[in-house]
């Protein structure tokens, strides 16, 4: 069996041979396509022992993935970004696997993401397809994603990526997503995808009816939905009128039933219920109880890298928000116990508020 890595790179000399170092061993051969570079990216490829082909760049990523993987004579292919770092994998467990199943599938690895947000960097994990069978290929434009109607099924890879920490490719992004919204208007993922970007770009209420079409569009089984329901809810709860609450309280009684399982759903429920209290609290006291079962529950459904989602709803960041609402709610020892839950796992802002309640005792 032959496995070859295979990607398409442009300006990645920060991180190229951290990403090539990390999965050399795991691969026969190594090819990369440069789109253009302006630094020594190409340069790094070589030295690091890759195959370097030189692509124009038709402003479609699927065509240039697709000119990569013609370049494979691989069995698999495996497809990686340049600042993606394979977590250490065993050859032989690998073709274990890949061999354990017939038919055209695809390989799913489970990608830890880095990403800034107002308590400093946290982790959120995504589940990819990027172990391909010969002879598959790419489609779309911008946020390409293999053509076919093939299952996909998780694998023992895992991998980093920090480029969220180092660069907002929203910007770039946004021309190719509204044209392929406008080329697609019926396609729930390019609609997802465009409200995705003007959310991360701070552009909340330009976001929202694309969030509206995403939901109304997408199918209940398509793999990017829940996390599209999450994100469209934390958008509403950052606009916080009555009317957005109104919205997401309609949501999250329909989704209940189909992602209640889910850490990241029952963690954004949390918020909203908080968010209900206070918007009047004369009006919506008897909703005050659901924002300690919302907590409770994560915790109860514990972290589920699997399932994608936000690193924490399952374990300190649920852990903390129970402490902060026994905080506030003049419940100390309780506080206390779940403080030091989080901080047991080096939760900055639990250790922080542990000191504190520890000190008014």
């Not at 490829?45 to 402003?59: K, L, P, S, T, Y």
Request: glycine content about 10%; overall charge negative; hydrophobic content about 35%.
């Amino acid at each position: 069996m032959k496995i070859n890595l295979v990607m398409i790179v442009k300006n990645e000399e920060r991180s190229l041979k951290k990403c090539l170092e990390a999965a050399a061993g795991l691969v026969d051969e190594m090819i990369v396509v440069d789109t253009g570079s302006s630094d020594r990216t190409k340069e790094i490829a070589g030295e690091m022992g890759a195959r370097v082909f030189d692509f124009q760049w038709v402003n479609d990523f699927s065509a240039a993935r697709n000119f990569a993987l013609d370049q494979s004579d691989g069995d698999w292919n495996l497809v990686l970004d340049g600042d993606e770092y394979l977590k250490p994998a065993h050859r032989g467990k690998l073709e274990r696997m890949l061999s354990g199943r017939k038919g055209m599938w695809l390989g799913c690895i489970t990608r830890y993401d880095s990403f800034r947000d107002e308590e400093g960097i946290s982790v959120s994990t995504a589940v990819l397809p990027r172990l391909l069978p010969k002879g598959v290929r790419y489609e779309g434009t911008i946020h390409e994603q293999p053509a076919g109607d093939y299952p996909s099924y998780g694998t023992s890879l895992e991998a980093d990526h920090d480029g969220y920490l180092y660069e907002d490719k929203g910007e770039r992004n946004l021309p190719y997503l509204e044209q392929a919204v406008r080329d697609h208007p019926e396609d729930g993922y390019y609609r997802f995808q465009l409200a995705y970007t003007l959310r991360n770009l701070k552009r909340q209420e330009e976001s929202l009816p694309y969030f509206r079409d995403f939901y109304r569009l997408a199918g209940k089984g398509e793999g990017y939905r829940a996390g599209g329901v999450v994100l469209y809810l934390y958008t509403l709860l950052d606009m916080g009128t009555a009317g957005h609450l109104d919205e997401a309280a309609g949501i999250i009684e329909k989704e209940e039933p189909v992602l209640g399982g889910w850490p990241d759903f029952s963690f954004v429920c949390g918020l909203f219920y908080m968010k209900r209290v206070l918007s009047d609290v004369r009006r919506y006291i008897g909703l005050l109880p659901n924002i300690e079962k919302c907590y409770l529950k994560c915790l109860r459904l514990g972290e589920q890298p699997m399932a994608g989602g936000v690193v924490g709803t399952g374990s300190f960041k649920a852990a903390y928000n129970l402490g902060a609402w026994y905080e506030v709610s003049g419940q100390t020892s309780l506080a206390e116990k779940y403080y030091r839950i989080a901080a047991k796992e080096g939760y900055g802002p639990a250790v922080m508020r542990l000191k504190e309640v520890v000190k008014e005792k």
